[in-house]
């Protein structure tokens, strides 16, 4: 999708650094890294020799992490880096990153560790804090993965030179999980994407009789070619398939709404397992509205569907 250039700029243009690239405790050390930006997966993304930027033809439509629910929907990319094993398991990431931000624009990471069961947990996105931007995994891991999220206006940044981490050990206490997250069913309404010729948020190509799915979030998006996450969804004929999820939206862009209500992005006085779309088509919810203030999605084209957990791993 081709984004036009806006009318005006707001805000200067400004270097920063974000983080330090160490966790200011005692113990054991810590495992700090630099990532590459040219061996990263982009999907929205270009990079060149002056760092990561969006790409307009093929960023997809989003609201930060941090924003609030009524804001506009911004040209979002990512670039996901290789996993990193580690000597030493962690639970705490710290991140920096290096570049130029426009006030209006965010350049921000999100981190994931590996489970014993070999599954991945969720993408968690840097939180502030006392020593800076860092993610705290909800178990120990000795492999992590992390990728840039960047979203503004293309023409005018945000551009990154430079992504690090810094790997803290995990907490006494804590070890490494070898029980996957337990899969939960839900009863919701679906519609089908289409698009054919389109572009997805982790970069894939849409083709005829493609097989994917989209979910409300983007905390569950596999990386492109992959069944990372993925859902099981079921006919009322009984018969089910499983489909990696490869999308975010088409309507609401936070809502992880298969989280329970402690840990939802949003919505949180909506029972765990209903969409916030789907409230608003079926119930009336937040004025029939979505996140962004349009109308809720009509039955036009649209199936039932039981789907399992958007978190489940291949």
């Given at each position: 999708?081709?984004?036009?250039?806006?009318?005006?700029?707001?805000?200067?243009?400004?270097?920063?650094?974000?983080?330090?690239?160490?966790?200011?405790?005692?113990?054991?050390?810590?495992?700090?890294?630099a990532?590459?930006?040219?061996?990263?997966?982009?999907?929205?993304?270009?990079?060149?020799?002056?760092?990561?930027?969006?790409?307009?033809?093929?960023?997809?439509?989003?609201?930060?992490?941090?924003?609030?629910?009524?804001?506009?929907?911004?040209?979002?990319?990512?670039?996901?880096?290789?996993?990193?094993?580690?000597?030493?398991?962690?639970?705490?990431?710290?991140?920096?990153?290096?570049?130029?931000?426009?006030?209006?624009?965010?350049?921000?990471?999100?981190?994931?560790?590996?489970?014993?069961?070999?599954?991945?947990?969720?993408?968690?996105?840097?939180?502030?804090?006392?020593?800076?931007?860092?993610?705290?995994?909800?178990?120990?891991?000795?492999?992590?993965?992390?990728?840039?999220v960047?979203?503004?206006?293309?023409?005018?940044?945000?551009?990154?030179?430079?992504?690090?981490?810094?790997?803290?050990?995990?907490?006494?206490?804590?070890?490494e999980?070898?029980?996957?997250?337990?899969?939960?069913?839900?009863?919701?309404?679906?519609?089908?994407?289409?698009?054919?010729?389109?572009?997805?948020?982790?970069?894939h190509?849409?083709?005829?009789?493609?097989?994917?799915?989209?979910?409300?979030?983007?905390?569950?998006?596999?990386?492109?070619?992959?069944?990372?996450?993925?859902?099981?969804?079921c006919?009322?004929?009984?018969?089910?398939?499983?489909?990696?999820?490869?999308?975010?939206?088409?309507?609401?862009?936070r809502?992880?709404?298969?989280?329970?209500?402690?840990?939802?992005?949003?919505?949180?006085?909506?029972?765990?397992?209903?969409?916030?779309?789907?409230?608003?088509?079926?119930?009336?919810?937040?004025?029939?509205?979505?996140?962004?203030?349009?109308?809720?999605?009509?039955?036009?084209?649209?199936?039932?569907?039981?789907?399992?957990?958007?978190?489940?791993?291949?």
């Open positions: 999708m081709k984004w036009g250039i806006a009318t005006a700029i707001l805000g200067i243009t400004s270097s920063l650094t974000l983080g330090p690239t160490e966790l200011a405790e005692s113990g054991p050390p810590v495992t700090s890294w990532l590459d930006l040219r061996v990263g997966e982009t999907a929205g993304i270009v990079v060149d020799g002056t760092g990561a930027r969006i790409d307009p033809d093929t960023a997809f439509a989003a609201v930060g992490e941090d924003a609030p629910a009524a804001t506009a929907a911004r040209p979002t990319g990512l670039l996901t880096f290789p996993s990193r094993l580690l000597a030493t398991p962690t639970d705490r990431v710290a991140v920096t990153v290096t570049g130029e931000v426009p006030e209006g624009a965010t350049a921000t990471v999100d981190v994931r560790g590996r489970r014993g069961t070999g599954g991945w947990t969720e993408w968690i996105p840097a939180a502030p804090g006392p020593g800076g931007p860092a993610v705290t995994l909800p178990v120990a891991t000795s492999e992590v993965q992390a990728r840039l960047l979203a503004g206006d293309p023409a005018a940044g945000p551009t990154v030179r430079a992504v690090a981490l810094a790997a803290g050990p995990a907490r006494p206490g804590r070890v999980s070898d029980v996957a997250s337990a899969a939960v069913s839900y009863r919701v309404f679906a519609t089908r994407e289409g698009l054919v010729g389109g572009t997805t948020a982790n970069g190509v849409i083709r005829r009789r493609d097989h994917f799915v989209a979910l409300p979030s983007r905390r569950a998006l596999a990386p492109r070619n992959t069944s990372d996450y993925s859902v099981k969804v006919a009322p004929t009984g018969r089910c398939a499983f489909a990696p999820v490869w999308d975010v939206g088409p309507w609401n862009t809502d992880d709404y298969w989280n329970p209500r402690s840990t939802r992005q949003e919505w949180r006085d909506l029972p765990r397992g209903v969409p916030q779309a789907q409230a608003a088509h079926q119930d009336g919810y937040h004025g029939g509205r979505d996140q962004y203030g349009r109308g809720s999605p009509t039955r036009q084209a649209s199936t039932w569907a039981t789907a399992s957990s958007g978190t489940r791993s291949a």
